[in-house]
Structures are given as C-alpha cells and as structure tokens.
Nanobody, 122 residues
Framework: VQLQASGGGLVQAGGSLRLSCAAS????????MGWFRQAPGKEREFVAA????????YYTDSVKGRFTVSRGDAKNSVYLQMNSLKPEDTAVYYC????????????????WGQGTLVTVSS
C-alpha cells in the first residue's frame, strides 16, 4: 500500500496551496482519510479528516475556516485546500488512511504517506 502526497511548496503568508494524496495497493473507499503535519521540533499533529462518503469532516481548531479536506470521486484520494496560510502552518504534511468504521478522530491511521513540505514565509 502506498499513499503518494504532493502539492507542497513555498508560499507567502496569506497564500494558498492544495495538497493531493493518491492511494494505491488497496481501496480506502469505505474508510476515512486525512492529513497530519509535523513542524520542526514538534510532534506530529492531526490536521483534518473526512469520512468515506464525505458526509463528515474534522479539523483541528487552528485550521478551521482556512483549510478544506475533500475526497476524490473514486474515494481513493484525499485533498487539502489550504487558504490564508500562516507561518505557523509550516510543516511536513502527511496524508493518512484509516481502517476504521468509527470517526477518524477515534482511531490512529493504519497507513501513512511519505510527507510533503509546506513552507509559509512571513
């Protein structure tokens, strides 16, 4: 199983980026997918997640109203639209896939992508 994340880069504060993640090797169409991030010197933290059908989304408080998580039509991909970026959003962003039928905030991901670096300059 592979989760291939892309879309990171360098952006000025207030700018936008869209991260993409495509899964291969198995289908996650019945399970949640999401995003985590790890800033330099900090622990990895939850950012956002979405249920298998997109009916429910979850966000950490610091990104609510700025980030939007979505699924692809085939449900085996996940996206993170990041607007109004701040320097404190600088981190390596990891996509994640779950093997749970519960809310994604109740369990840890089963699979991780390789990470994509987002750098927000002030």
């Amino acid at each position: 199983v592979q989760l291939q994340a892309s879309g990171g880069g360098l952006v000025q504060a207030g700018g936008s980026l869209r991260l993409s993640c495509a899964a291969s090797g198995r289908t996650f169409s019945s399970y949640p997918m999401g995003w985590f991030r790890q800033a330099p010197g900090k622990e990895r933290e939850f950012v956002a997640a979405i249920t298998w059908n997109g009916d429910s989304t979850y966000y950490t408080d610091s990104v609510k109203g700025r980030f939007t998580v979505s699924r692809g039509d085939a449900k085996n991909s996940v996206y993170l639209q990041m607007n109004s970026l701040k320097p404190e959003d600088t981190a390596v962003y990891y996509c994640a896939a779950y093997l749970t039928y519960r809310a994604p905030t109740s369990d840890s991901p089963a699979y991780w992508g390789q990470g994509t670096l987002v750098t927000v300059s002030s």
